[in-house]
């Protein structure tokens, strides 16, 4: 059965549906193998970890203010930025308490009193970036989960990762018009060019492809990203060394990252898609900056921050000194009007995540919410739904 639900999860994850409807048919399949009574499957913002949107199963919504705020404001066990640090993202709170889970605020405050005891969580993340987490949680009388089901989780997340990366992307290039934004190509199993958006067709000219209508030679790693989305529908194979992406450098020598999908077109037959996207760091939601009125350099101190990282750690990746970051850390919280880091992270999520995850407000194709929402510093009185 793990086999199985292992080659579908696989197969659904680079087929290009939706987000929504992405993570519904994962988790039927996953159930199936690791039980659980209840899931979150959540869609995160890569450049500060922060959750942008839900779809879940088994838990009330009542339950959503208090556990965000316990996930934003307090310390606790497995939290999701810190998953999506480790070399292994996925961990038991059962086992991370020793067994008495008590220990979890969350446990102790959100899950126990609806009837759930252990929780299994993921951080979903491909080559080094984080779309979301999953969260599995299991009633006291089915006990703890397992290892062998942690490590049937871990095998997949590289590949939900991805998956929710393509709904991105694919939704993107439809909606998108941006010069330097993702482009479409797809390919009928001859692997022969039937359509192209205009984006595909700039970047496929700045690689030194043809331009349209006779595109011709595509790049190899056109090629390559397909045959191994192919490779992988025959397999299941959860190795995420092959995941179908690649790179490959314009003649600007820019870089761009190469995915591929199968699509189910209009007709009912089956086109594979590749989506050109240039490659960029995340960077942080631009509405932090505006709300708060921080400098470059503050804001990236924030993201770090909110990512849980230390003073030494932002010292060391940003290439400054302990002291300057704390200089930093003393006029941000001024213009944030907080005390504290952990102040600061409740803030920021309180008043510019919150308000958009509750109002469903959409994503761009890198993970962010779009800049047309309007309502910021709103506070809705309804959480949102699974």
């Given at each position: ?146 290892a062998d089901e942690a ?151 924030v993201q770090q921050v ?81």
């Open positions: 059965m793990a086999l199985r639900a292992q080659h579908e999860i696989v197969r659904l994850c680079h087929s290009g549906i939706d987000s929504v409807q992405l993570r519904r048919e994962v988790m039927d399949q996953v159930r199936g193998v690791v039980p659980a009574e209840a899931y979150c499957f959540p869609t995160a913002d890569p450049a500060t970890l922060m959750i942008t949107g839900n779809v879940g199963e088994g838990l009330p919504p009542e339950a959503a203010p208090r556990f965000f705020e316990v996930e934003y404001s307090q310390d606790d066990f497995n939290k999701f930025a810190e998953l999506a640090r480790r070399p292994n993202p996925v961990a038991d709170l059962a086992e991370a308490t020793g067994g008495d889970l008590a220990r979890s605020p969350r446990w102790r405050e959100v899950f126990h009193p609806l009837g759930l005891d252990d929780d299994l969580r993921a951080a979903l993340v491909a080559d080094g970036t984080c779309w979301g987490f999953l969260a599995l949680h299991r009633e006291g009388a089915r006990g703890s989960f397992t490590r049937f989780v871990s095998r997949l997340a590289p590949h939900l990762a991805e998956g929710l990366r393509l709904s991105l992307l694919i939704e993107a290039t439809a909606t998108e018009d941006a010069g330097d934004g993702p482009g479409l190509i797809l390919l009928d199993d001859a692997l022969a060019v039937t359509a192209s958006t205009a984006a595909a067709d700039r970047w496929l000219a700045e690689v030194g492809g043809h331009e349209r209508p006779d595109i011709g030679l595509l790049p190899a790693a056109v090629y390559a990203v397909a045959a191994r989305l192919r490779a992988l529908e025959q397999t299941g194979s959860p190795d995420p060394e092959l995941l179908p992406r690649s790179r490959l450098r314009t003649r600007s020598g820019r870089w761009l990252i190469a995915h591929a999908a199968r699509l189910a077109d209009a007709s009912g037959g089956n086109t594979i898609a590749v989506i050109l996207e240039p490659a960029q760091p995340a960077e942080i939601a631009p509405v932090i900056v505006r709300a708060y009125n921080l400098t470059e350099r503050e804001r990236d101190v909110i990512r849980g990282l230390s003073t030494n750690e932002i010292a060391e990746l940003l290439c400054i000194s302990a002291n300057t970051v704390q200089d930093h850390l003393k006029a941000i919280f001024e213009k944030v009007a907080v005390r504290s880091r952990r102040e600061l992270v409740s803030k920021v999520w309180a008043q510019q995540y919150w308000p958009r995850v509750a109002s469903r407000a959409p994503l761009d194709a890198h993970g962010a919410f779009r800049e047309q929402f309007v309502g910021s510093g709103s506070n809705p009185q309804s959480p949102p739904k699974a």
